[in-house]
């Protein structure tokens, strides 16, 4: 049976956090986060790809994320939780300011609530994909030893295929994660992420590589644990069958994120 109970969901776990730490960082104004934003590679040399970051937050993308309204791409969580920690340790609000150090656990809740998010979605649809208003991705036509993959995770996963070929984003997402799972088709995964991701799968630009290279294996397992989490709360256990099939890891740890848009 799934969790019904509201302290168990990942959305919630992950608004509440998102709220409770811009409150603590003293509800710090667009422009006040912005200027942090610009100067983090002062703040944390340490961190790394700073390229692929976001530059600056739109005012209305800061207040639709803290106030639970939108789940933000993983580059676009990166630069706000590092802005707010900041924040918080400047004005006494927090004790330290963790830094890059906190991003490993702020991301895991990210898939986590997205996944819950689209699960929610397809148990609303009566199982058979997202919401009837979603934008489709392009039609997916798998190779035969894609199919392969597929069916070597059970009837949930083979029957992702027909959905991708209706143009089911979602759909086109999940295979990509199952592919990018220790399969070798990490450069296949890549093109179908791209196409779900324009598609506005909100947790497919998360899992894109920051080059032109493979996804990487690691961290697509560590989005298959979400989606086990998520579809097991649902009570799809086909779909989390599937998914926990796939080796999900919820120690993976994410490398930096893509410089994907915040769509």
Known sequence: MPDEQPEASALRVFKHRIKELYERAGAPK????????????????????????????????????????????????????LALGRCGRENGGLAEDPGPSALGEWHRLLREAKAEESARARAGSGGGGGARTARAADPVRLEPGERAVLDAHGPYASALAARAERGDRDAVYEIAVLLACGTGRGLKAAAYLVNAAAAGQSAAPDLLPADDGEVDGRLARAHAHALAYAAGRYGDEDAARAFRSCGAAPEARPPRPAGAPDN
């Open 30 to 81: 667009p422009t006040v986060v912005n200027q942090i934003v610009g100067d983090l590679e002062e703040f944390y040399p340490l961190m790394g790809g700073r390229s692929t970051l976001p530059t600056s937050v739109g005012r209305s993308t800061l207040n639709q994320v803290v106030n639970g309204v939108r789940l933000p791409s993983a580059s676009m969580l990166a630069v706000i939780v």
